[in-house]
């Protein structure tokens, strides 16, 4: 049984930051696509980070890239999103996901992962 386990939200002040975790288990995630999204409320979940487990090969949304940063510990089959400067406009819960890692595929949209974490909140204050 494939679980996506995440950790490490909390409150911070803006200009802060944070790092949220993501346990993987339940399978051999090698060939998959790991992806942090977020959703605000009243707003659709967006995809803000992701990484080729294989490879190491990142991708980020325009409004996180240069203040956050993702990685992945092989020996703990761990995902992270490293978040600096945080502004009030990243307050959101954040979901890790996964979906296999085939080319030529979207690694922005939801409806592409198969796998979902319960999420992590996530709130910056001012």
Do not use: H
Not at 51 to 79: E, H, L, M, P
Not at 80 to 109: H, I, R
């Amino acid at each position: 049984q494939v679980q996506l386990v995440e950790s490490g939200g909390g409150l911070v002040q803006v200009g802060g930051s944070l790092r949220v975790s993501c346990a993987a288990s339940g399978r051999t995630f090698s060939r998959y696509i790991m992806g942090w999204f977020r959703q605000a409320p009243g707003k659709e979940r967006e995809f803000v980070a992701g990484i080729r487990w294989s490879s190491g090969n990142t991708y980020y949304s325009d409004s996180v890239k240069g203040r956050f940063t993702i990685s992945r510990d092989n020996a703990k089959n761990t995902v992270y999103l490293q978040m600096n400067s945080l502004k009030p406009e990243d307050t959101a819960v954040y979901y890790c996901a996964a979906k296999p890692g085939l080319y030529g595929t979207s690694w922005f949209s939801p409806l592409e992962y198969d796998y979902w974490g319960q999420g992590t909140q996530v709130t910056v204050s001012s």
